[in-house]
């Protein structure tokens, strides 16, 4: 099949499909005298594999060791358990992170209870205030409105989403 048929057969964008190739996670397809793209079977096993893992927030690393113990059927599984709760303990954190930011959120809400104008506006004026040092903002009441800053990925930081 051509690229297009496995995208569409996977629900995956064409150039994400050329993007897991280029990292490595998918084997380089045969191609045509034309120089096309030839998947098969096995193309369309690993690619789903893959955007399962995706699904489930795995970062591009976590899914190279497990491909490479999906190609070594016989090596002992015990590093996937370990990876697999490492990647739990990685999304229990960001799930108390987004907490902290949802209360933080709700607490520079309670700052604006009702229409005005903009002047008077509690939560432009919090927002306005300089931010200090552990993350609260110069007049004390919303804690750490900028102090979250491991919400954008599960591993530590900002990381590139892939689809």
Do not use: W
Request: charged share 25%.
């Amino acid at each position: 099949m051509r690229i297009g048929e496995l995208g569409r057969v996977t629900c995956t964008q064409i150039e994400t499909i050329r993007y897991y190739e280029r990292e490595g996670l998918l084997a380089a397809p045969a191609r045509t005298e034309g120089n096309f793209r030839i998947y098969d079977d096995t193309h369309v096993e690993r690619l789903s594999f893959i955007r399962h893992c995706r699904s489930l927030d795995m970062a591009l690393d976590e899914i190279r060791i497990l491909l490479r113990f999906k190609d070594a059927p016989t090596k002992n599984c015990g590093d996937v358990n370990t990876l697999l709760d490492a990647h739990i303990g990685h999304v229990a954190a960001r799930i108390r992170e987004l907490r902290a930011l949802e209360r933080q959120l709700k607490s520079l809400r309670d700052r604006c209870h009702e229409a005005q104008d903009a002047a008077h506006c509690g939560i432009l004026n919090e927002l306005s205030q300089p931010s200090r040092p552990g993350g609260t903002t110069g007049g004390g009441h919303v804690h750490g409105v900028h102090g979250v800053h491991g919400v954008h990925g599960v591993h530590g930081g900002v990381r590139a989403r892939t689809p």
